[in-house]
């Protein structure tokens, strides 16, 4: 069974520019969390998505928004970028359908922004 | 989610068994306890989770007393490729009362020296 895929792996961006991740889930996973990874802060929870509804959000601005597809796949958008939006954006998907499921993680974007 | 009490870094040998605790003193009643495994720059990876007594899959065990208030995960005869920060997490991360709050805290730094 395929993984989580993140793509891109590396993506370098300037300041004020937005971006867009995006994450495939394991198949018949229909739940797609996002993550924001930091040294300085740890593993950030930003939101969750299950049958293309937000389910769940963290405490991130506005600037950070997502959405998922009819195939569960989802994208996550940041726009007018800052220099601490620099860190490890995960996905992890799960069957979501009751809880305690196990997530399972891609292997990120790494995002820079200069 | 529940709060989690993890040792930040343990040092072991290869081949050795390495025990590894987690303290959740106020585990809810339909909590479980999942433990994951982290490379640099990759993400998480799901190790084993468990609700009571003992688990035990390919890679490692999970023992988790009658009370709950803690768990351990032990790894069998380690290797080099062993050393992972390695998490401990009690309940849904799912759960949105959890809303902005780090969802891994600092886990514990697993060592493996030859």
């Known amino acids: 069974k395929a993984g989580v895929t993140q793509t891109p792996r590396y993506l370098i961006k300037t300041r004020g520019q937005q971006v867009t991740l995006s994450c495939s889930p394991i198949s018949g996973h229909r739940s797609v969390s996002w993550y924001q990874q930091t040294p300085g802060q740890g593993l950030q929870f930003l939101f969750e998505y299950f049958s293309e509804t937000q389910r769940n959000k963290g405490n991130f601005p506005g600037r950070f928004s997502g959405r998922q597809f009819s195939n569960s796949r989802s994208e996550m958008n940041v726009s007018t970028l800052e220099l601490g939006d620099s860190a490890l954006y995960l996905c992890?998907?799960?069957?979501?359908?009751?809880?305690?499921?196990?997530?399972?993680f891609g292997n990120g974007t790494r995002l820079t922004v200069t | 989610l529940a709060k989690t009490t993890q040792p930040i870094s343990m040092d072991s040998y290869e081949g050795q068994e390495v025990n590894i605790t987690c303290s959740h003193n106020n585990i809810a009643t339909n909590d479980y306890i999942t433990w994951y495994q982290q490379f640099p720059s990759q993400g998480p990876r799901f190790i084993i989770q468990?609700?009571?007594t003992k688990v035990t899959n390919e890679v490692a065990s999970l023992f988790i007393p009658a009370d709950r208030k803690s768990s351990t995960l032990s790894l069998p005869r380690v290797s080099l490729s062993d050393t992972a920060v390695y998490y401990c997490?009690?309940?849904?991360?799912?759960?949105?009362?959890?809303?902005?709050?780090?969802?891994f805290g600092d886990g514990t730094t697993l060592t493996v020296k030859p």
């Open positions: 468990g609700y009571k």
């Open positions: 997490l009690v309940g849904d991360m799912l759960d949105n009362t959890n809303a902005g709050k780090s969802t």
């Open positions: 992890a998907s799960s069957r979501g359908a009751m809880g305690n499921s196990p997530l399972h």
